[in-house]
């Protein structure tokens, strides 16, 4: 059972950095690419950032500079490092990851996971 676990988030005083954890684990899995999003109440979800397989990173426009993804393979997990937040940075985040599992002799893709999100308050 392939599961996604969020950590990270919590109350930062605007100028503040967090990090934010997502950690795969289900037995012989990989993260092959993964994607943080974030959500306010009564908005769409929306991407902040994203790292592809061979590890190329894209974020948005009202996160550039600010935040980067990265992923540390050995570990399963992905990283959102934010700095310099601000009080409209404040939401959900959660962490959508696109899951490989080693079976004989070759990766299996076994599609995109979610994880259950972790709440990020920006405030003074």
């Known amino acids: 059972q392939v599961q996604l676990v969020e950590s990270g988030g919590g109350l930062v005083q605007p100028g503040g950095s967090l990090t934010l954890s997502c950690v795969a684990s289900g037995g012989m899995i990989t993260i092959s690419a993964a994607t943080w999003y974030r959500q306010t109440p009564g908005k769409q979800r929306e991407l902040v950032a994203s790292?592809?397989?061979?590890?190329?990173?894209n974020s948005a426009d009202p996160v550039k500079g600010r935040f980067t993804i990265s992923r540390d393979v050995g570990k399963n997990t992905v990283y959102l490092q934010m700095n310099n937040l601000k009080p409209e940075d404040t939401a959900v985040y959660y962490c959508n990851a696109r899951i490989s599992r080693w079976r004989y002799s070759s990766w299996d893709d076994l599609g995109d996971y979610w994880g259950q999100g972790t709440q990020v308050t920006v405030s003074s």
């Open positions: 790292i592809t397989s061979g590890g190329t990173t």
